[in-house]
C-alpha cells in the first residue's frame, strides 16, 4: 500500500465474479482502470472463503485489498414476498445484511479513507450516518423508473398493485439516500438528467458504459449457408425481470413472425437461471434454445447474425449492446434496449419497438450480408473510438478526485 495516494473504499452489495450481469461488468471494468492509479482502492463486498479462493486472481486484479463479509444464504420466493409490506423495497430489504452492515461500519470507523464509494443505491442501506471522507454513489440505473415500467407492463390488476407499492418505495429511497451524497455518478445523461429534475441532485456526473474491447474482439458476421443456418442471439441474466419480460414478449409476439418466414431460424437465449416458465414456452416453440449459465458469451454472440434487444422495461444502459457491437454482431434493439447510449440508429444498429417491425428488421438483416456487414464495421469503430473501459475508469477516477477536492476546499472554508 502507498500512503502517498489517497484512500478509496468501494463498498459493492454483491460478489463481483463471475462477471454474469450488467451491473459487476460495468463495477468490474472500472476497478480494473482504478486499480495503479491515483487512488489506493479497498473493495469491500460479500464472500464466502470459497469465493475468495477460487476468484484469487480477479479480485487481486481490481482493488489492492480486499475486506469480505460472510454472504446470506438466498432465501426463499416466499419469504421475499413477505417483505412487500415492510417499509424498504424488496431489493433493497436484502442488501440490508447484519454481516455487511457490521463489516462497511467497522471497517469506515476504524480506518481513514479519502473517498467512499457505494456500488448501486442499494448499497446505501449499508452506509453509516456519518462517514469521514467524500461519498460517491456508482448509480447502474434510475431504479424508481424501472420500477414505474414494470406497473406499465404488468399483465394483471394484482401484479401492477405490487409493483405499484414497490415503486413508490423506491422513488423513496432513492431520493432519500442520494441526496446524502456528494457526489452521485450516472451511466448516461439521461439518468443524469432524471436525477436533477426529480431528486433536485446538484452534484451528478455521468460516466459513459464501457467495454472490454481486448475481450471482446471483433469478426465479421458469419455467412448464411448450410452450416450457418440463419441465427438470434440474445445475452442476459434470465433470473432479472426485465430480460425475463422482454424475452417473453418476444417469444410471443415476434418469434412466429420470423419462423413463418425464415422456418431454419434459430433463437439462442444466453443467460443464467430462466425460470421455469419461460423454459417451458421455449419448448414449445421451435427453433428455441436456453442455453442456462455459460462460462463465456463471445462463441454464442460470433455464430450469430442477429443480436436482439427486446426489452420493454429496465433501465440504466445495456452493456450487452456495446458487447455485441465490439464482437461484430448486427443489433437489432427496442429504445428501451438501447437507452441511454450514444449511438445512432441505421448507422450502428437498427431501431424497432413494434413486434411486426422487429421480425422485419431481423428478417431484413438475415436477407442482407452487405448490411450486417456495414452495421457491423460501425458499430465496432463507433465502440473502439468512445467507449473502451480504460477511457471509463479514468473518467471516474476524476470524478473522484474531484469529489475529494470539493470536500477539502469545503472544509478550508469551513
Keep these: 500500500m502507498n500512503p502517498a495516494r489517497p484512500r478509496l473504499a468501494f463498498v459493492s452489495p454483491s460478489f463481483l465474479f463471475p462477471n454474469d450481469t450488467g451491473g459487476r461488468i460495468r463495477t468490474t471494468n472500472v476497478l480494473r482502470g482504478l486499480k495503479g492509479g491515483a487512488f489506493e482502492v479497498t473493495l469491500l463486498a460479500p464472500a464466502s472463503a470459497a469465493q475468495q479462493r477460487d476468484w484469487a486472481g480477479e479480485i487481486a486484479g481490481v482493488c489492492d485489498r480486499f475486506v469480505a463479509w460472510e454472504p446470506e444464504s438466498a432465501r426463499p420466493q416466499w419469504m421475499r414476498a413477505l417483505g412487500l409490506w415492510r417499509d424498504l423495497p424488496v431489493n433493497v430489504q436484502s442488501d440490508r445484511t447484519p454481516a455487511g452492515l457490521r463489516a462497511v461500519h467497522e471497517l469506515l470507523a476504524g480506518e481513514r479513507f479519502d473517498v467512499v464509494v457505494f456500488d448501486f443505491v442499494h448499497a446505501a442501506v449499508l452506509r453509516p450516518a456519518h462517514v469521514d471522507a467524500a461519498t460517491v454513489c456508482f448509480t447502474h440505473n434510475v431504479e424508481a423508473e424501472i420500477f414505474a415500467r414494470h406497473v406499465k407492463a404488468a399483465g394483471n390488476s394484482l401484479m401492477r398493485a405490487v409493483w405499484a407499492s414497490q415503486a413508490g418505495k423506491m422513488q423513496q429511497f432513492e431520493r432519500t439516500a442520494l441526496r446524502a451524497f456528494d457526489t452521485v455518478v450516472a451511466v448516461s445523461e439521461r439518468d443524469a438528467d432524471w436525477f436533477r429534475q426529480h431528486y433536485q441532485l446538484a452534484a451528478v456526473d455521468t460516466i459513459p458504459t464501457g467495454v472490454d474491447l481486448d475481450f471482446f474482439a471483433w469478426r465479421e458476421p458469419p455467412a448464411l449457408d448450410e452450416v450457418h443456418a440463419p441465427t438470434l442471439v440474445f445475452t442476459g441474466s434470465m433470473d432479472w425481470a426485465a430480460n425475463i419480460d422482454g424475452i417473453r414478449h418476444f417469444l410471443a409476439e415476434v418469434w412466429p413472425r420470423v419462423r413463418q418466414a425464415r422456418p431454419d431460424a434459430r433463437l439462442v437465449v444466453v443467460g ?143
Design 272 to 414: 443464467r437461471r430462466p425460470p421455469a416458465t419461460l423454459v417451458e414456452q421455449a419448448k414449445a416453440l421451435p427453433g428455441v434454445q436456453l442455453t442456462g449459465y455459460v462460462d463465456d458469451v463471445r462463441p454464442y454472440v460470433h455464430a450469430a447474425h442477429v443480436f436482439i434487444i427486446p426489452l420493454r422495461v429496465g433501465g440504466g444502459t445495456r452493456i450487452k449492446a456495446f458487447e455485441a457491437m465490439a464482437m461484430g454482431c448486427p443489433v437489432v434493439s427496442t429504445a428501451i434496449g438501447i437507452e441511454g447510449l450514444d449511438v445512432q440508429p441505421d448507422e450502428h444498429f437498427l431501431l424497432r419497438d413494434a413486434a411486426p417491425d422487429q421480425a422485419e428488421a431481423i428478417l431484413r438483416l438475415l436477407g442482407d450480408a452487405a448490411l450486417r456487414n456495414r452495421l457491423s464495421r460501425q458499430a465496432r469503430r463507433c465502440v473502439e473510438e468512445r467507449f473502451g473501459h480504460r477511457v471509463v475508469a479514468r473518467v471516474f477516477e476524476r470524478i473522484c478526485l474531484d469529489a475529494l477536492q470539493r470536500r477539502a476546499t469545503a472544509a478550508v472554508a469551513a
